[in-house]
């Protein structure tokens, strides 16, 4: 089974993408900011992250960049904020992530494109 | 009749379990599955009883909006293990000798002593603990002064200590063969070599006072096991900036099992050895 | 070579320190010095001067080293005066989301501070600062603070707003704020996500 790591400090977030992706069958676990997402992630690294911007401590870009920088398989990465300038994605991409989603996600948006990154579906 | 509410357990639903463990996650970094239902519930019960509130809901209030904090730490001491003894959670240890110290030899210019700081000091198994994982397990101490400084707010503490004196339960973990080496044993159970006791230095330190920390500088490696949990969020944070200055860059910090540094400070590089998880001040400022 | 026993000062520090004046105008020199230790000392110790929340605000916007950044909001948390808050408050204007993070840690400390300008924040135009308030409200331990949740529910028209909203309701709602939850769910019919947080909420309220 995939694992996926969904970084984010607003636990009904976690909780909503945890049980989408739990019902298609993937394994989730969850980290509150950048910094226990790298924790989790040296201690046994995921096949794809859901990451958050706004967080205390490390916010998304700073954990995308961390991310993007260890020595691991790499894997793909959606970043999912409330912010919808341009200039937000653009950061995004430049910080690591392959996808840029603006809240709230829509169920079968996001198991699509998660399905698409991990390439169990055909684009 | 109505049963009596003092006898009766108060009832904790999925609802309010799903609840607390969102809120005490966010608080303490500890994340209870659905298996540590029964372990999370029984301390509730405990600390609903003890509290007076009658009720998870009135409980949850209590522990949400008091300002002092008081229960969120009486409720983390009792979520944590919190005993000492020789070689607890000797991982940390083995990864000290294993793979910080090693590092740090091989980035070092001069030769001035390695320095080890810990803090709490508690009664003083934790850092005489490390001066014997050095002396057994280190080639490097044949090499290299180490200087070992433990610090605790209490000064009782402190001075039980120095005195070295520990039960039987406190050594068991020890090979007896150390327990040869570095204790005599007492009618009162086992006292710590004079050798080793000479080898600590043991302080008085307040971690939120800038006067006390001042001082306290070019250190390779901190040990702060399962103390900053138990802070409230700034003074966890002034707690981190403390221990940044106190170290060389470079140098490393060991926090508890059960800790991380994701609450505190994001001023630390995450560092993945064979035996843990470590956080690093960077050799350069980002 | 051995387990040695000396001070936890090595001689060089106390040199150090005379070297650098601990008085005001020393300390807000060292503000600027180029050796990062030197200036996370300053901020540090320039919690003792008075008026002094203007000037640290104003450095921290200057501010590269981020080492240097978390200690000034430290010390300004500390400060915790007007002058302070409104800098925090410009922080969350910020472009660079570390910063904004910082901000917001910082003001959830202040509940004292932060509430008088609550109201404001909370009708801010920019959503996401509407967004950081409502985050800020999360350790705020006053009966109030549902009473703004639910007006935001009730009133905002973002739905990022609500949904941060309705997760903070979910931990501290009582029942006073089902009819809103209740009216929020109508309000974004099509939105999965706000069906899914109200609907949690609604069954964590507590009766109060």
């Known amino acids: 089974m995939k694992r996926i790591l ?38 046994s690294p995921f096949d794809l992250y ?63 494109q998660v399905r698409l990154l991990l390439g169990e579906v055909c684009p | 009749m109505n049963p009596d509410p003092e ?72 979520m944590t293990v919190n005993e000492t003894y020789f070689f607890r959670e000797e991982y940390q240890f083995q990864c000290l000798v294993g793979s910080l110290l090693p590092e740090i030899v091989a980035r070092k210019t001069d030769r001035r002593p390695i320095r080890i700081w810990v803090m709490p000091s508690s009664s003083g198994e934790e850092p005489y603990s490390i001066a014997i994982y050095l002396l057994e397990r280190w080639v490097g101490i044949h090499h290299w002064d180490v200087e070992i400084i433990a610090s605790d707010i209490d000064t009782r503490i402190l001075a039980q200590a120095r005195q070295g004196l520990y039960s039987q339960r406190s050594v068991q973990y020890l090979p007896p063969d150390y327990l040869k ?20 230095e043991f302080t008085r330190v307040n971690l939120s006072e800038r006067a006390d920390t001042r001082n306290y500088r070019d250190f390779d490696v901190i040990f702060c096991r399962n103390l900053l949990i138990y802070f409230d969020d700034v003074s966890r944070k002034t707690a981190t900036e403390t221990f940044y200055d106190a170290l060389l860059p470079g140098g490393f910090i060991c926090l508890g099992h059960s800790e991380s540094m994701s609450r505190s400070s994001s001023l630390y590089k995450v560092r993945k050895f064979t035996n843990a998880i470590v956080y690093q001040r960077p050799l350069e400022t980002p | 070579m051995a387990l040695i026993k000396t001070q936890p000062t090595p001689e060089s520090v ?19 010095d180029p050796d990062p230790t030197v200036r996370r000392w300053a901020a540090r110790d320039l919690a003792d001067c008075p008026d002094i929340s203007p000037v640290l605000v104003e450095r921290l916007h200057q501010e590269a080293d981020v080492s240097v950044r978390e200690v000034i909001v430290t010390t300004l948390t500390g400060l915790g005066d007007a002058a302070a808050v409104a800098g925090l408050v410009e922080c969350l204007r910020s472009e660079d989301a570390a910063l904004r993070n910082e901000a917001i840690e910082a003001m959830r400390q202040l509940p004292d501070a932060v509430a008088p300008i609550m109201r ?12 950081f308030a409502v985050n800020i409200l999360e350790s705020f331990c006053y009966p109030e603070v549902e009473a703004w949740l639910i007006a935001v529910i009730d009133h905002d028209p973002h739905v990022n707003v609500c949904a941060t909203a309705v997760d903070l309701l979910g931990e501290i709602g009582t029942l006073a704020a089902r009819e809103s939850l209740l009216r929020l769910k109508a309000r974004f019919a099509n939105e999965p996500y706000i069906r899914f947080a109200a609907d949690l909420a609604l069954e964590r309220l507590c009766e109060s």
């Open chain 1, 6 to 43: 969904i970084v984010d400090d607003a636990a009904t977030v976690r909780l909503y993408h945890r049980e989408i992706l739990e019902a298609a069958n993937f394994t989730v676990e969850e980290a509150m900011n950048g910094i226990e997402g790298l924790e989790k992630t040296l201690r």
């Open chain 1, 50 to 112: 859901l990451v958050d911007i706004n967080m205390p401590k490390l916010d998304g870009y700073g954990f995308l960049r961390e991310l993007r920088g260890l020595d691991l398989p790499q894997a793909p990465a959606i970043m999912i904020s409330t912010e919808a300038e341009a200039s937000d994605a653009r950061l995004a991409y430049a910080a690591g992530a392959n996808l840029y989603l603006i809240k709230p996600v829509r169920p079968n948006q996001l198991l699509i």
């Open chain 2, 7 to 78: 006898t009766v357990d108060p009832i904790i639903t999925e609802s309010d379990f799903q609840k607390f463990r969102e809120f005490f996650y966010r608080k303490t970094g500890i994340q209870f599955d659905s298996s540590k239902r029964y372990f999370v519930d029984k301390r509730l019960v405990e600390r609903i009883a003890a509290t007076g509130t009658g009720s998870f809901r009135g409980y949850f209030m209590l522990l949400r909006f008091q300002v002092n904090g008081d229960e969120l730490q009486a409720l983390t001491n009792l």
């Open chain 2, 181 to 200: 080496r570095y204790f005599k044993r007492r009618a009162e159970g086992y006292q710590i070599s004079d050798d080793l006791r000479q080898s600590v």
């Open chain 3, 14 to 32: 106390t040199e150090e320190v005379r070297r650098h004046p601990r008085d005001c105008a020393g300390l807000l020199a060292q503000l600027t």
């Open chain 3, 120 to 131: 404001g924040l909370l009708a801010d135009p920019d959503p996401d600062v509407r967004i």
